[in-house]
């Protein structure tokens, strides 16, 4: 089974600063690497997807990812830190086992601004 | 507004009532699915449906049932809950079993049960 693994539960970066999310993946197989962003009280939202176009994605909100096969990862980034990018972050793996769209996730990585 | 709705967003329940946790999106989509989230664990998924009449278990289904009777709706049923089940739950959909994991979530419905 396809798996994630996120280093570090909680991440404190200053505002301006960059962002670095890391993110690796076990697979057998060429995978579809996401990004899904969940701000407070609210449901998860995608932020960026990888598959197996061009090994930078860009994404919302300034976010980007590169997928890495040498090294299995594909960490999250953002030159410069907004208090607005408070909020728990997910990577997930997808595994298209014929017909469920199973994603698996990690298990997150709260991002947490200083002013 | 394209959107998956759940209701309710809190609920309290004691050990063995019977609760329901609906769904519906408005985007005709095919594919749903239920995840429970977790301190620690992230999210995992119930059940899942790739369209009307067809269910399947995920990864941690004992406890649930779910049903699929139309096309928009996909409800969550706790017959008996135990306080195990208290989490963080989440419907998502998608526009068919093919569209390689995008889903669209819910806000979520936040269950305890005592």
């Known amino acids: 089974a396809q798996s994630v693994t996120q280093l570090g539960s909680h991440v404190s970066v200053s505002e301006g600063a960059l962002v670095l999310l890391r993110c690796n993946y076990s697979s057998s197989v060429p995978p579809y690497l996401f990004w899904y962003v969940q701000y407070p009280n609210q449901g998860l939202q995608l932020l960026l997807k990888?598959?197996?176009?061009?090994?930078l994605v860009k994404g919302i909100n300034g976010f980007e990812a590169e997928f890495k096969k040498s090294e299995t990862s594909f960490h999250l980034t953002k030159p410069s830190a907004h208090m607005s990018d408070a909020a728990e972050y997910f990577c997930?793996?997808?595994?298209?086992?014929?017909?469920?769209?199973?994603?698996?996730f990690g298990t997150g990585t709260r991002l947490t601004i200083i002013p | 507004e394209a959107q998956v709705t759940q209701n309710p967003r809190y609920l309290i329940t004691v050990t063995g009532k019977k609760l329901t946790v609906t769904c519906s999106q408005n985007?005709?989509?095919?594919?749903m699915s239920w995840y429970r989230q977790d301190p620690g664990l992230g999210l995992r998924q119930i059940y899942y449906?790739?369209?009307?009449?067809?269910?399947d278990k995920g990864d941690v289904p004992e406890g649930y049932k779910v049903s699929r009777k139309e096309k928009r709706n996909f409800p969550l049923i706790l017959e008996s809950p135990s306080p195990n089940q208290t989490s963080l739950y989440f419907c998502a959909s998608s526009l068919s079993a093919l569209h390689t994991g995008e889903l669209f979530f819910g806000e979520g419905s936040r269950l305890t049960v005592l």
């Open positions: 997930a793996v997808s595994e298209s086992d014929f017909g469920n769209e199973k994603l698996t």
């Open positions: 985007m005709n989509h095919e594919y």
């Open positions: 449906s790739m369209n009307v009449e067809v269910t």
């Open positions: 990888y598959t197996s176009a061009a090994t």
